[in-house]
């Protein structure tokens, strides 16, 4: 069970284009999702708190224009890259909130983009 | 957001023997979560192990198990029997009880010789 999917697991796009990315909770019902930006041998760097059925909280810092974030249902949120730029190549994981008490976060594999 | 801090940044070990990562945290906080997550190669992030503060018992997953010292702010991960296969970066994380966001730690690699 708490199994995350993201989708695509790689992408490569052109600069000043767009790149939606998925991340669905598939055994599970996720209020909460967060999305976070991996930079190699780094942590994990939260960019955003994405809430089924209202407006994603961004952290300081993260541009909120350019990643769109939307949570239609408590399955899927989409993190959606707007006019990407090279400097926006990174490695994209999603998480869904879940567990007995929703006290656990629950990864997807991760999304690679690279912007050329 | 808490501070974690993850004072090893690679630690290597022998294959069948033991291991210990250690994490501490800074909170004001009497009750919250711990945890440690694993990020092999592939960089899925797998929950290895879980702890409620509130618990004073060690919480323990097969050859994983923690050693939670609330008072020193301290929860270090002992990995048993090491395996090839825990070869990995391993995050320590905290999550307070009024927030669900996790803060983690910069990480540890871990590796294990054959």
């Not at chain 2, 323990?60 to 991960?77: D, G, H, Y």
Request: glycine share 6%; proline share 3%; charged share 20%.
């Amino acid at each position: 069970g708490a199994v995350v999917s993201q989708h695509p697991s790689w992408v490569i796009c052109k600069s000043g284009t767009s790149v939606k990315i998925e991340c669905r909770s598939l055994d599970f019902q996720a209020t909460t999702m967060f999305w976070y930006r991996q930079f190699p041998k780094q942590s994990l760097m939260l960019m955003a708190t994405s809430n089924e059925g209202s407006k994603a909280t961004y952290e300081q810092g993260v541009e909120k224009d350019k990643f769109l974030i939307n949570h239609a249902s408590l399955t899927l949120s989409t993190l959606t890259v707007t006019s990407a730029h090279p400097e926006d190549s990174s490695f994209y994981i999603c998480s869904a909130r879940g567990g007995a008490k929703g006290e656990t976060q629950y990864f997807g594999p991760g999304t690679r983009l690279l912007v050329l | 957001a808490q501070t974690v801090t993850q004072s090893q940044p690679e630690m290597s070990v022998q294959e069948a023997e033991t291991v210990t990562l250690s994490c501490t945290y800074d909170t004001s906080e009497s009750d919250y979560y711990l945890f440690w997550y694993k990020q092999p190669p592939s960089r899925q992030m797998i929950l290895v192990i879980r702890q409620e503060a509130y618990k004073q018992q060690n919480a323990t997953e097969n050859r994983f198990s923690v050693n939670f010292q609330k008072a020193a702010k301290s929860f270090s991960l002992k990995i048993s029997d090491s395996q090839l296969g825990d070869a990995a970066m391993y995050f320590c994380a905290y999550r307070s009880p009024y927030d669900y966001k996790l803060s983690f730690g910069a990480g540890t690699t871990v590796t294990v010789r054959a």
